[in-house]
Nanobody, 121 residues
Framework: QVPLVESGGGLVQAGGSLRLSCAASGSIFSIDAMGWYRQAPGKQRELVATITSGGSTNYADSVKGRFTISRDNAKNTVYLQMNSLKPEDTAVYYC???????????????WGQGTQVTVSS
């Protein structure tokens, strides 16, 4: 198992900023892609941003130019800097990692428990 511990969620006014962090632990050999997803009430979970081990990034159109994903490979940690937040960004944000454990040749798909982000208008 790879526990993913998220932090940094909270309540912020529209136009404000938050920074999410997600640290992976356990018997990790390496981590391929890491990412953030979100799920608003009554909606399906959707991709927010992903980043490969080499630093290539991908963003949902709705967050391009406002959110920045980054990672620290030495710490097995991924970050999401969220600026110019809008009420429609309100959701539970989940961290995801494709990780190889020691002794495995197929990566596992791991998820954090989620952190609430609420943007008031």
């Amino acid at each position: 198992q790879v526990p993913l511990v998220e932090s940094g969620g909270g309540l912020v006014q529209a136009g404000g900023s938050l920074r999410l962090s997600c640290a992976a632990s356990g018997s990790i050999f390496s981590i391929d892609a890491m990412g953030w997803y979100r799920q608003a009430p009554g909606k399906q979970r959707e991709l927010v941003a992903t980043i490969t081990s080499g630093g290539s990034t991908n963003y949902a159109d709705s967050v391009k130019g406002r959110f920045t994903i980054s990672r620290d490979n030495a710490k097995n940690t991924v970050y999401l800097q969220m600026n110019s937040l809008k009420p429609e960004d309100t959701a539970v944000y989940y961290c995801n990692a494709d990780a190889y454990l020691w002794g495995t040749v197929v990566p596992g798909d791991y998820w954090g428990q989620g952190t609430q982000v609420t943007v008031s208008s």
